[in-house]
T-cell receptor, first 114, second 117 residues
Framework: ETGVTQSPTHLIKTRGQQVTLRCSSQ?????VSWYQQALGQGPQFIFQ???????GRGNFPPRFSGLQFPNYSSELNVNALELDDSALYLC?????????????FGEGSWLTVV | AQKVTQAQTEISVVEKEDVTLDCVYE???????LFWYKQPPSGELVFLIR??????QNEISGRYSWNFQKSTSSFNFTITASQVVDSAVYFC??????????????FGSGTRLLVRP
């Protein structure tokens, strides 16, 4: 139990639609990162949020966007869904400013685009 | 560019056997962090270990042990006396070393471990 919760756990969308995934970070964790994990592959870094601002982005197009709220929870939005967007989307949280900390993941949201 | 290679796609062992999962990394940074995560079928990535590049001491935690060798850019993971519950996908990951712990992980492709009774 990491304290990172994601919703929804599973969803199916049609190509061209938009989707919003949600993440509630572990208590006290002010940094949230999102990862995409395609079937049979390792997770890939999408972006990270700190103090409600994007703090680093991986190789993903602008139709992947995010938000972080004052309570540190976060959303991942994907517009104009493509079939290749089908994947497990993982949220991770970590505190900032302490060298001994690590990063904890939620159980993810399984997205299927048809 | 940073890269993590897990050459073993899938390993199958019989319960109580020892098994080593290999991880080779590439980075130009002199300071970095290495991680191992376990991913059961539920999908959640379970944190196993974090090691910084200045600490080459091997670590043991119960049946788990890790061998970090900077000379060969490897961070291998050994499970001693494997159990069926160890069956999962294991990921090795690398991150630059931000002063503020804002890790951005680069994952390998994972090794699927199947432990048969």
């Amino acid at each position: 139990e990491t304290g990172v919760t994601q919703s929804p756990t599973h969803l199916i969308k049609t190509r061209g639609q938009q989707v919003t995934l949600r993440c509630s970070s572990q208590s006290g964790h002010n940094t949230v990162s999102w990862y995409q994990q395609a079937l049979g592959q390792g997770p890939q870094f999408i972006f990270q949020y700190y103090r409600e601002e994007e703090n680093g982005r991986g190789n993903f197009p602008p139709r992947f966007s995010g938000l972080q709220f004052p309570n540190y929870s976060s959303e991942l939005n994907v517009n104009a869904l493509e079939l290749d967007d089908s994947a497990l989307y993982l949220c991770a949280s970590s505190p900032r400013g302490h060298s001994g900390n690590t990063i904890y993941f939620g159980e993810g949201s399984w997205l299927t685009v048809v | 560019a940073q890269k993590v290679t897990q050459a073993q796609t899938e390993i199958s062992v019989v319960e109580k056997e020892d098994v080593t999962l290999d991880c080779v990394y590439e980075t130009r940074d002199t300071t970095y962090y290495l991680f191992w995560y376990k991913q059961p079928p539920s999908g959640e990535l379970v944190f196993l270990i974090r090691r910084n590049s200045f600490d080459e001491q091997n670590e043991i935690s119960g049946r788990y042990s890790w061998n970090f060798q900077k000379s060969t850019s490897s961070f291998n993971f050994t499970i001693t006396a494997s159990q069926v519950v160890d069956s999962a996908v294991y990921f090795c990951a690398l991150s630059e070393s931000p002063m503020d712990s804002s890790y951005k992980l680069i994952f390998g492709s994972g090794t699927r471990l199947l432990v048969r009774p």
